[in-house]
C-alpha cells in the first residue's frame, strides 16, 4: 500500500437515537489502516466521509449551504466582495465540494469545483495565489500573509479529495484530480517554503497553527508525500505546547469560546487522516471547557474571550469578529460521534437548534 492511501472496508454505521437518557454511540465503518511511519503498528480508525454521512438528517447541508460559489466561482469574503481578493475565502467551495459528495449529489458538487477552478486560475507562477487588498485595508501580498492564505484554501482542498476518496465518487473526479496535481504541488512547495513565516505569524492564534497542520497533513496524503506529512505533525506537536494549565488552546494570550472550538475541530478532522494519539489525548479537556461555555439558551458564551464576539478584532470585511458557530456545531457533532459523548452530541444539537431560528431579519 503506498503512503496516503486506505485500505476499504465494509462497515456499519448508526445514527445517535433522539431520547432523552439514552445514547446509541456511533461505531462508524472502521478501517485499519497502516501508518505512513514505519515501526508505528497499525490503527483501528474511523472515516470521515463515515462521520459525515452519520450526521443527523438535514445539519450537513445546513452548515454548508452558504458555501457553494457565485455565478462567477467566488465564495467567503471573496463572494461577498464581488470580486477575487485571495485563495484562503475560496475554501467555502471545499467544503461545498464535501457535503454534495456525502449527500450523493454530484451535480452540486461539480458546481461546487467550480471555485477551486477559479482559486487555481488566480495562482501565481511561485505557486503561490494573487491577492488585492481587503475591504479592511490589510492584504494577503505579503510573504507570511500569502502563505497564511494558501495554507487556509489548501487544508480544505485537502481533505475534500481525501474525502472523495473514501467516498463511491471518486471516479467521478479522477481525472480532474490528476489535471490538478502539478498545480496542488507547486501551492505545497510554496507553503513549505513560508514554514518559518506560521510559526511567526500564528503562535499566538493557535487555530492557525492547527488549520496549517491540517493543510500539510491532508495534502501530503493526497501527494503521498511523507514530508507534507511529517510537517504536519511537527505543527500539531507545536500546538500543543500553546494550551494553558486546564488544557485550553491560547488565543492571544489567553481563552477564546470560537477559536477553541476551531483548535479542536481542524485537529478532530486532521486527526481522522493522520494518527495523532498526542492530539486526541489532549481533546477532552479542550472540549470539557468549550461544554461549559455553552448557556442553557444554546448560545456561546464569550465572557472574557481574547478575540471574538467582545469587539477585539475585526474580519477582513471590517467587522467584530463573532463566535463561529458553524465551527461550534461542527467540532462537537464530530467529537460526540467519534467518542460516542452524549453531553457533546447534545450540547450540538441544541447550538444547531439556536443557529437555525430565524433571526428578526429574516421574518
Known sequence: MTNGEFFSANGSSARRAYVPTLLIALLAAAAVTASVYAGEAPR????????????PAG?????SSGDFPD?????????ANGSWLEAGPQRGSCRALIAAVVADDLTAADDAWRGIDVAFAHQRADGGFEAETRP???????????????????QELGRAILVIRQSPHEEHFHARIAALEPKFRRACDFISAGYDTIIINSSRAVNRIVIAAK????????????????????LIAHA????????????????DSSYNVVSIFFGQVL????????FEDALPAAVAWQLTRIRETAEVDVTGNTRTGVGKEKSYSGQPKNVNYNEVVFALTYYGLVHGDAPALDAADRVFAYTQRPRPADK
Not at 500543543?240 to 481563552?255: A, S
Open 71 to 79: 455565478a462567477h466561482g467566488l465564495t467567503g469574503s471573496n463572494r
Open 271 to 278: 486527526a481522522l487522516h493522520v494518527p495523532l494519539p498526542e
Open 240 to 255: 500543543l505546547k500553546l494550551r494553558d494549565k486546564d488544557g485550553v488552546f491560547i488565543e492571544n494570550g489567553g481563552r
Open 136 to 154: 479592511n485595508g490589510t492584504s494577503a501580498k505579503s510573504p507570511g500573509a500569502a502563505v497564511e492564505t494558501a495554507f487556509f484554501f489548501l
Open 44 to 55: 483501528r480508525v474511523q472515516r470521515e466521509y463515515d462521520i459525515l454521512r452519520a450526521f
Open 59 to 63: 445539519r450537513l447541508k445546513a452548515l
Open 215 to 234: 493543510a500539510f497533513g491532508t495534502c501530503g496524503l493526497v501527494l503521498h508525500d511523507d514530508t507534507l506529512v511529517a510537517t504536519s505533525r511537527k
